[in-house]
């Protein structure tokens, strides 16, 4: 069902996050979705959500937080609150992650098979990843969708900690609801010491929201409601 297929996906993923980029992975439901089922090809859905999710580890900045955001429109929100959710249209499940920048040029070609954007050279990989997740979508009769906006003129992780640290910068203070929303908070000195070089090298990196929303929609009836709630630990 939904609940599982979203709190595997990260129970799969966050032990990566954490050794590989000390980032948290965090979900965010806007509806009670550990109700309902989609009947789908979980294989190919999970498979998806994978690669997104390992997109976001990949590209997201050290020591920045991760979202799944699982939600529906109001006008369905309104059809769930009312029980009438055999007429909910769609089910938005979006990767949120926080790092560099992605150009208009960079994001017509993001789901070309073998594109990389240059910034994103230095890192492994062979562009394959979003070309896959969207050959599923297609399959799944399914969407998927990039959405970026820019947060901060600087790198908000190396920021923070790098204010922790003593490290001195002339750029205005930042607001804290922007670090709780942007930042892993919970990494101690012992967990990352930034140098000096580490920090002067990155500190001026903008920090962008960079989210991927995948759209399930309710193709014959597929999206149905469950009166047992799923419980999983995470």
Same mark, same amino acid.
């Given at each position: &069902? #939904? @609940? =599982?297929?979203? +709190?595997?996906?990260?129970? #799969?993923?966050?032990?990566?996050?954490?050794?590989?980029?000390? !980032?948290?992975?965090?979900?965010? &439901?806007? +509806?009670?979705?550990?109700?309902?089922?989609?009947?789908?090809?979980?294989?190919?859905?999970? @498979?998806?959500?994978?690669?997104?999710?390992? /997109?976001?580890?990949? $590209?997201?900045?050290?020591?920045?937080?991760?979202?799944? /955001?699982?939600?529906?429109?109001?006008?369905?929100?309104? @059809?769930?609150?009312?029980?009438?959710?055999? #007429?909910?249209?769609?089910?938005?499940?979006? =990767?949120?992650?926080?790092?560099?920048?992605?150009? !208009?040029?960079?994001?017509?070609? *993001?789901?070309? *098979?073998?594109?990389?954007?240059?910034?994103?050279?230095?890192? &492994?990989?062979?562009?394959?990843?979003? +070309?896959?997740? %969207?050959?599923?979508?297609?399959?799944?009769? $399914?969407?998927?969708? $990039?959405?970026?906006?820019?947060?901060?003129?600087?790198?908000?992780?190396?920021? $923070?900690?790098?204010? !922790?640290?003593?490290?001195?910068?002339?750029?205005?203070?930042?607001?804290?609801?922007?670090?709780?929303?942007?930042?892993?908070?919970?990494?101690?000195?012992?967990?990352?010491?930034?140098?000096?070089?580490?920090?002067?090298?990155?500190?001026? !990196?903008?920090?962008?929201?960079?989210? +991927?929303?995948?759209?399930?929609?309710?193709?014959?009836? /597929? =999206?149905? %409601?469950? /009166?047992?709630?799923?419980?999983?630990?995470?």
């Amino acid at each position: &069902d #939904l @609940h =599982i297929l979203i +709190f595997s996906t990260k129970w #799969l993923c966050r032990e990566k996050a954490k050794l590989n980029n000390l !980032q948290d992975i965090v979900i965010i &439901d806007g +509806f009670n979705f550990n109700q309902y089922k989609v009947y789908t090809d979980y294989q190919l859905i999970s @498979h998806a959500l994978f690669n997104l999710v390992d /997109n976001a580890i990949k $590209y997201g900045y050290m020591g920045s937080r991760i979202y799944i /955001n699982i939600s529906i429109s109001e006008e369905d929100l309104q @059809h769930e609150k009312n029980g009438d959710w055999n #007429l909910i249209k769609t089910i938005q499940i979006s =990767i949120v992650s926080y790092g560099q920048v992605i150009s !208009q040029e960079e994001q017509s070609h *993001l789901f070309d *098979l073998f594109y990389r954007a240059p910034a994103s050279k230095i890192k &492994d990989g062979m562009g394959i990843g979003l +070309f896959l997740v %969207k050959k599923i979508c297609n399959s799944l009769r $399914y969407t998927i969708e $990039y959405r970026g906006s820019m947060l901060s003129e600087c790198n908000l992780p190396i920021y $923070y900690y790098g204010i !922790q640290q003593k490290k001195t910068t002339s750029l205005r203070k930042i607001s804290q609801t922007l670090i709780q929303e942007v930042v892993n908070q919970e990494l101690s000195d012992k967990d990352w010491k930034i140098e000096d070089l580490e920090f002067d090298a990155a500190i001026n !990196q903008p920090t962008c929201r960079n989210e +991927f929303v995948l759209t399930l929609n309710n193709i014959d009836n /597929n =999206i149905i %409601k469950s /009166n047992t709630v799923q419980v999983c630990a995470y």
